[in-house]
């Protein structure tokens, strides 16, 4: 108890605050500035989220901005304001830039020996997100995988695919591959379906039920008039096709789509009796006499 009536904790712990862990152009980096500066850059983290989702907020109330340009100006506001607050951190608590000096020295070599690939999708997230090829809330096919972009990071874009799953994609990656992209300018894709029918089938009334069944559906287009085409005369069928237009969010709702049409095509043919033709052969045999048929009971012996 006497020792520690003796410790002076006030004196004790300014030592420790100004306790000086490096000089760099006369000036001290102390421990206290040091707790200072990260305070504030974890402060500066919390305003910037706040400030970077109030600001696309405040856009899409105004300009009415797709959610992808609204997800866009939410990433690229929320880096200018890390930064921003970085360096106020370190204005604030008097640390000098040139102490980053020596840090930007080892991180330059550490990027010589394995970071360039951390840079390289960092820039590539950054090209995304201020040329769009792909943006938040788009359909799109990378490497044969068909999902929803739900967010684009600083390293990584997130797909939500059609079995629901998450595929992490390096930002990289859309810059250094080939990606369809469905819903690039819109969410308008166009469909087709094949339908065969026997021949000596009324072709004009084929065409007249195919059209029917197309625009009966409530997600055609009806500015974009749909199309049927006689496609081919094929080795047992006329070969048909209907080409429409539709709106999708999701690559279910083409397919939906394209399964109701084909229900109504087939109930329509059904009561116009016209039939969907199936691979058929006709088989020919030459003989020069004429074929001997049996017929042969088989009994079982008991």
Known sequence: MRLLEKIDFGAWLKTIWQYPLLSVDGSSVTVGKCLVAIFLVILGFLASGFLSRRISKSLSQRLKLHTGALAAVNSISYYILILFFG???????????????????????????????????????????????????????VEGVLGTVESIGARSTRINAVDNTRLIVPNSTFLEKKVLNWTLSDNTVRATISVGVAYGSPCKKVRELLLQAVLEHSSILKDREPLVLLKDFADSSLQFEAIFWLTIQKLLDRRVAESDIRFRIEELFREAKISICFPQRDVHLDSMKPLEVRIVNETKES
């Open 87 to 141: 360096f106020l951190a370190l204005k604030t608590a008097n640390v000098p830039l040139t102490v980053f000096t020596l840090l930007g020295g080892a991180a330059a070599i550490g990027l010589g020996f394995g970071s360039q690939n951390i840079v390289n999708n960092f820039i590539s997230g950054l090209i995304l997100l201020i040329e769009r090829p792909i943006t938040v809330g788009d359909f799109i096919d």
